[in-house]
């Protein structure tokens, strides 16, 4: 595949961290103390049986070592690299309190690499249950959900609004974090299964939600979120004001050049979007990049191994700061951003500080271009075709189901994070795709029971 990039950034953009080699593997898989109740397998939202992929690796068995891994997370290539190990698995080992935790993920990618490099197909369709269920979006929840309802023997089609399948896995986390290729494997491993993924088809659009309501036993919505809000300020229709999903996106499918060589970029915002978009402009040559933040580190919401990551790239940090007004010369160029200096009230009745702003603390930040990485909005408008119940674009579930106010209509991912509920993390997507896959299973077959 050609990259995207220009002007010679590419290898700005090939995949920051090495692999563990054959030996390295083999004497960190022997490690392993195997535990019998197993803490990792707790703290791991798709519950992979970790010391069982782990002592595969050490016997050489690595086809069976990437299908334990697959077996009980559909996206576990892309987890092996994004997942916040740290707070999960590698940080609940037994080995934290003696000497260091087992490199769990590094293993966990070690084991799909493999699988990868030597082409393997992990799994088979199940017999054909006569059932039919629609899946509105490509990411980690609808690819899990299809993947479980394929291997149930459900006939299952995916409606993806993107030119290529896998949502924010393909398009949302950069690629020298996470390589294209590797969501794209997984994507295979689920077409494998006789999924039918319609590329750029809108639902709303192209085909009708009740449309899919009509045509399918069961409808899921796995639709993550939108574009960057606005952030409500004087200057930010200008040319150099960027969205960070659409900026990183842009990297991956080459719409972006080497226009931002000796640039002072500045980003609003520390999740972990924000952080990608700071790395992703050190990487295409920007000279000097702030991130810009309202509240304190403490608040950031962004990985800690993210935000250790980026201070290594060289971004810098303003705390406790929020942006007032974008400037601009004569010719319509950003030129700075002005800002005022926060401070954090005591806590209200949610335990949350709220930014409070000081008086005549105004200063000015010179910069050539800024990014809004200030959270995403939702796709308000598709929902309500649905005709579902939500909560400012949070999907309402029943209970502790999937279930929308629809019958028929599940939803799971980032449309059902926020308000209290959900978690946005890739893992969790997943789980909550396959869990919702069950619970369809679960419904449909107990319907067809009753008919009988």
Known sequence: MTSPLKGGLEINFQEAERGLSPREALEESNRCLYCYDAPCIQACPTGIDIPGFIKKIASGNFKGSAKTIMTANPVGASCARVCPTEELCEGACVLNHSTKPIMIGNLQRYSTDWAIQNKQALFKAGKKNGKKVAIVGSGPAGLSAARELALLGYSV???????????????????????????????????????????????????????????????????????????????????????????????????????????????????????????????????????????????????DFEYEFAKQEGVGFHWLTAPSRILSNESGQVTGIECVKMVLSEAGEDGRRRPVQIPGSEFVIPVDGVIRAIGQSRYVGLIEQFGIKHDEGVVTLDGDSYKTSHEKIFACGDVIFGKGQGEAMVVSAAQQGKKTAYEIDSILNCEAVDIA
Not at 177 to 206: A, C, F, H, M
Not at 239 to 263: Q, S
């Open 157 to 303: 089609t995916i409606f993806e609004a993107e030119k290529n399948p896998g949502g924010l896995n393909t398009y949302g986390i950069v690629s020298f974090r996470l390589p294209q290729s590797i969501s794209y494997w997984e994507v295979e491993q689920v077409k494998s299964l006789d999924v039918d993924i319609k590329t750029n088809t809108r639902v709303g659009v192209d085909v009708s939600a009740n449309q899919l309501t009509a045509d399918y036993d069961a409808v899921i919505l796995a639709i993550g979120m939108s574009d960057v809000p606005k952030l409500g300020i004087e200057g930010e229709e200008l040319a150099e004001v960027y969205d960070a999903i659409d900026f990183v996106k842009a990297t991956k499918t080459g719409a972006i050049t080497d226009k931002f060589i000796g640039k002072k970029m500045a980003v609003i915002g520390a999740g972990n979007t924000a952080i990608d978009a700071a790395t992703c402009s050190v990487r295409l040559g920007a000279e000097q990049v702030s991130i810009i933040y309202r509240r304190t580190q403490k608040e950031m919401t962004a990985y």
